[in-house]
């Protein structure tokens, strides 16, 4: 069992930048791809950036690319997510969620991912 905690969200303005990260409060994702994924009221959830359990690979969402990095550390207990030139319609909130496979890659289907952070609120004022 992985138990994911989102923290970094907040209330910024357009252009500014924000980092969001994520840990395990229970268990390890060491080993696991990573995906962000965010969502508005009404709205399905989509994919932003996801993570393969080496950081050897990543991938982006095309509203993602070039503004967004994901990024894990060494030892793969944190995974973050850099969001610059951020605009209104990156209002959301966003998740955090391990892949249910151990050494698992990068993934833009929320279905592949087993565990699911409770999410931050980042709101983008213009």
């Known amino acids: 069992q992985v138990q994911l905690v989102e923290s970094g969200g907040g209330l910024v303005q357009v252009g500014d930048s924000l980092r969001l990260s994520c840990v395990a409060s229970?268990?390890?994702?060491?080993?696991?791809?990573m995906g962000w994924f965010r969502q508005t009221p009404g709205k399905a959830r989509e994919f932003v950036a996801s993570i393969s359990w080496t950081a050897g690979a990543t991938s982006y969402s095309e509203f993602a690319e070039g503004r967004f990095v994901i990024s894990r550390d060494a030892a793969g207990n944190t995974v973050n997510l850099q969001m610059n030139s951020l605009k209104p319609e990156d209002t959301a909130r966003y998740y955090c969620?391990?892949?249910?496979?151990?050494?698992?890659?990068?993934?833009?289907?929320?279905?592949?991912?087993?565990?699911w952070g409770q999410g931050t609120q980042v709101t983008v004022s213009s």
């Open positions: 969620a391990a892949n249910g496979k151990i050494y698992s890659g990068i993934n833009d289907d929320a279905g592949a991912y087993a565990y």
């Open positions: 229970e268990g390890s994702f060491s080993s696991k791809g």
